[in-house]
Structures are given as C-alpha cells and as structure tokens.
C-alpha cells in the first residue's frame, strides 16, 4: 500500500516564475490537505480538498496561491510570480476520515531565487 | 481560531532516560490530538493520537496523556534510544477542518 507520494521533491524557481507542486492521497483516501514549513518552525495549515471540492483555503493566502483536487489525477498547489518568500517545504497529507489520522508525503522543497 | 503552546523548544536526555513533552491548547472544542516525530529533512510520522473521551493511550514505549479540564496534554517516551531524537510536534483539532501545529520540541537522546 503506497503513501502518500509527492513530487517534484525539490524545485527551484526563479522568482516571477510559476511553481506546482503535486501530491498523490494514500490509496482509499479522499481527504487532501496542504500545509507549509519554514526552517526550524512548525507546520502551518494552507488548505483542505475532497474530490473536486475546496473545502477550507483560511491558511492559504488570496493572492498567487491556488489549489485543486480533480476528480482524476494528484492534488495540486500552485503557486504563480513565486518571490523568495515562498522558500519553504510544503508538505501534503491525506486521511481517510475528515481531519482524522493525516499522513505526511515526502515533502517539495521549494527554493525560490 | 486554535493556539497550541509546546514546551520545551529543546530537550537532551540521556540514553534509557524518560522524556516528557507538555502542549497546551485554547479552544474547548478541540477533540483530537496527535503527536507527530520529524527527523531531518523528512516527513512528520504520525506516532500516537487521542481522542478527547479518553484520558490516556500507550503503545510501547510512547504514551499520551489527556487533560480536558486543563487543556494539556503531553507524550511521554521511556526508556529513550538515540533513534527517538527528532523532532516532535502536537497538534489539536477544534472541531475544524485542519490540524493547528505546537511549534515543535527538538529532541535529543544522548548515548
């Protein structure tokens, strides 16, 4: 039974650039949720997806920052004109009941420069 | 919205040693509550949780306790290995949709 996978695990921008980053729920989850870490800090809520549906975006800011859980195919966190402030791991979890029980991907470690 | 106070930042104990990490929450709502380890450079691992109507669960080596009436709850490791230093993380649901992070204890178990 794989994890929850993420990819790419490093990007690097420059800044104006677009970045995505991808992540795929563990098998039998629908329940995506997309959290930011900066160095030597803990993890701050971003958004919650179900399928198709963004269910709570409070952590994410209005500007630049998008994200999507299509009906077929990973989650996905865009962020567009990325400046050096976006620098961080962002990191997806999924579960298989609400909130409950969220498990970690690997991590995209974005660097913008 | 949810606060979550960790304490300490920083904790050495010494190898089969007991170590002791205390979170704090605000809201009275909250009825969830994991413990997550981070080692370098990887992915927080979910490694206990309690649900708000029990006081307390135990897995091996690792324990959690729940205060309601305080609002704190802690994670207790005996019998520490130097493969228990990590970083670890509370964090607490108040009935919301997302899990609100302690800024995290950094852990060390020194042989």
């Known amino acids: 039974n794989a994890g929850v996978m993420q990819n790419p695990r490093h990007l690097v921008r420059r800044r104006g650039q677009e970045a995505r980053l991808r992540c795929s729920p563990m098998k039998g989850h629908s329940h995506v949720y997309w959290y930011r870490q900066l160095p030597e800090e803990g993890l701050k809520f971003m958004v919650y997806l179900q399928k198709e549906n963004i269910i709570d975006e409070s952590g994410m800011p209005k500007e630049r920052f998008s994200a999507e859980f299509p009906k077929e195919g990973p989650s996905i966190l865009r962020i567009q004109q990325v400046v050096r402030g976006d620098s961080a791991a962002y990191f997806c979890?999924?579960?298989?009941?609400?909130?409950?029980?969220?498990?970690f991907g690997p991590g995209t470690r974005l660097t913008v420069t | 919205g949810e606060n979550v106070e960790q304490h300490p930042s920083t904790l050495s104990v010494q190898e089969g040693d007991s170590a002791v990490i205390k979170c704090t929450y605000s809201?009275?709502?909250?009825?969830?509550f994991p413990w997550y380890k981070q080692e370098l450079g990887k992915r927080p691992q979910l490694i206990i949780d309690?649900?708000?109507?029990?006081g307390e669960k135990k897995d091996q080596r690792i324990a959690v306790t729940l205060n309601k009436t305080a609002k704190h709850f802690s994670l207790h490791i005996t019998e520490t290995q130097p493969e228990d230093s990590a970083v670890y993380f509370c964090?607490?649901?108040?009935?919301?949709?997302?899990?609100?992070f302690g800024t995290g204890t950094r852990l060390t178990v020194i042989p």
């Open positions: 309690i649900r708000s109507n029990v």
């Open positions: 979890a999924s579960a298989g009941q609400g909130p409950y029980e969220q498990y």
């Open positions: 809201d009275s709502a909250s009825n969830y």
């Open positions: 964090a607490a649901i108040p009935g919301a949709n997302n899990l609100f």
